[in-house]
């Protein structure tokens, strides 16, 4: 990996990777909210700050998110589901990475491998649910997946060697985690970077289109 795209790299999970690329010899380029303005829900924004950039980049790696939007909780029963916060999770969830991947699909190269990553949560997959709750957010994650995967059969006839992917980071030592971890076990955010760029490092052509966990284990849809 020699040049690497990182969106969303002020927050915690986002500046370790940056942090962690760098220290594995890649070249990042940092873009977040705080320090450029980038928001994904805005496309105008998406396309003004992606469109200055160039490429060619190995691997862009969104690591956006969140899970209390707009003062909206995840919700503990489906009598607190709401019209706004099920929009304002799809916007920061879903549609946003998809915003980011339209854009910035030139700067991967085409005559190399690539990796277009973007978190995801386990609790996204419907599988693996078996507790309920969180409904906007677990529906936002599955929707993000859905998006990436059919992404990526597209990027298959345009980028030969590209690979696109949904990765679960665990549960992570951040803000964004600190009043919902519970009882789950957690990990550094420093960890969790190191982790992911070895899941990155280790994917194949034929992985492209998958869901994965910090492990390279596959999470079922």
Not at 29 to 40: E, M
Request: glycine share 10%; net charge negative; hydrophobic share 45%.
């Amino acid at each position: 990996m020699e040049r690497a795209l990182i969106i969303g790299a002020s927050g915690g999970i986002g500046s370790a990777i940056a942090q962690e690329a760098e220290q594995r010899g890649a070249e990042v380029t940092r873009i977040s909210r705080t320090q450029d303005g980038l928001d994904v829900t805005d496309e105008a924004s998406v396309e003004q700050i992606l469109g200055a950039l160039e490429g060619p980049f190995d691997l862009i790696f969104v690591a956006t998110g969140a899970l209390v939007v707009n003062g909206h909780e995840p919700e503990k029963a489906f009598s607190s589901v709401t019209f706004d916060g099920f929009a304002d999770q799809f916007a920061v969830n879903a549609i946003g990475p998809a915003l980011v991947l339209k854009h910035s699909l030139r700067l991967l190269p085409k005559d190399r491998r690539s990796v277009f990553a973007a978190l995801s949560a386990r609790v996204g997959s419907i599988g693996d649910n078996k507790i309920g709750g969180w409904h906007a957010y677990r529906a936002a994650k599955a929707a993000l997946n859905q998006i990436l995967h059919g992404a990526a059969i597209e990027m298959r006839r345009t980028h030969k060697q590209g690979i696109c992917v949904a990765l679960h980071p665990g549960t992570v030592e951040t803000p964004f985690t600190a009043e919902y971890a519970g009882r789950h076990k957690t990990v550094s955010a420093g960890q969790a970077a190191a982790d992911l760029l070895d899941v990155v490092a280790d994917l194949s052509v034929q992985s492209s289109g998958g869901f994965y966990d910090y492990s390279g284990a596959e999470i079922p849809w």
